[in-house]
């Protein structure tokens, strides 16, 4: 028969109960880095998708004015996953402000870019991007 002494009863559940405390505190710690971790890889994607979805704008855009001196620009229409929108406004011979917008998941990204058109076709000569309000 093996002999327990007083003093020592309860040690082990103690020591199991602080192993699991541990373990559930590594575990909470964990999913809120990988919560984190997600978060930002959806909002790198959404400004991936924007900034695609501004160039394929402006790039439409181009495409319009090659072949049209007058063209003033398209409404917003689906374009992939999100929407475009251009307009254009003449600057002067051959000069054109072009503004073109890219939407998806209720966020929009605008650019800006300033176009020359030649005998080759439309060629931007200055673009930035516009902080919408």
């Known amino acids: 028969m093996v002999r327990v002494r007083?003093?020592?009863r309860g040690y082990a559940l103690l020591a199991a109960l602080v192993v699991v405390l541990l373990v559930s505190i590594s575990l909470a710690v964990l999913a809120t880095a990988?919560?984190?971790r997600m978060r930002l890889v959806r909002q790198e994607n959404e400004a991936l998708?924007?900034?695609a979805l501004s160039d394929a704008a402006l790039a439409e855009a181009l495409y319009g004015l090659t072949y049209d001196a007058e063209f003033p620009g398209k409404d917003e229409h689906p374009f992939g996953p999100g929407g475009v929108a251009s307009a254009v406004e003449k600057l002067g011979v051959d000069l054109y402000?072009?503004?073109a917008t890219g939407t998806y998941a209720g966020q929009r990204r605008a650019v800006e870019a300033e176009v020359r058109r030649t005998y080759l076709g439309a060629r931007v000569v200055r673009w930035r991007r516009v902080l919408l309000h």
Request: charged residues 15%; hydrophobic residues 40%; proline residues 0%.
């Open 34 to 36: 990988l919560q984190i």
């Open 6 to 8: 007083r003093g020592n």
């Open 49 to 51: 998708q924007l900034g």
């Open 97 to 99: 402000l072009v503004r």
